[in-house]
């Protein structure tokens, strides 16, 4: 991730929204628990790569607009996001020396422990469901997030390369 990055704010704006919408997408039904949480992992690799420019302003927002598209209690999504990028931005100096299998044991981490409070939260306002099969987005998007990662440094340095 570039240290100086000049990625313009609109490139951002819209991986955040396609993410909602993979977010958002629909899956047969078995297949919902196997979706890797697009969105937290978008959000949390802009708020590495471009700290200055996404923070929990934009996790509030998509999170209001996750709530409106799902049917949630307006502000459960808000939280969860909002909280994401608040620990991304904590421990984005730390996260950024750290090589790509070590970010994705963190983002197994940062993403597990917002599944759990989205968990909670759930408990709260629906039904109550003990099994931990919540946590597996998480370990999908772990998975994924070398991948990811690599893919948007490559994108973002064609991006500065044409400018």
Known sequence: MP?????????????????????????????QIWRPDWLGLMLIYWCMAAPARVGVFHGFVLGILLDLIEGAPLGQNALTLSL????SALI??????????????LILVLLGLVQLVEQ??????????????????SLIGAALWPWLATMFQAFERRLVRHD
């Open 3 to 31: 240290s100086g990055s000049t990625t313009a704010l609109p490139w951002i704006w819209l991986t955040l929204l396609l993410a909602l919408c993979l977010q958002v997408m629909p899956l047969a039904e078995g297949w």
């Open 84 to 87: 994401l990028a608040f620990l």
């Open 92 to 105: 984005y100096p730390r996260f950024r020396t750290y090589s790509l299998v070590q970010q994705a044991l």
């Open 120 to 137: 909670w939260l759930r408990t709260l306002f629906g039904p109550f469901s003990m099994h931990l099969a919540f946590l597996i987005p």
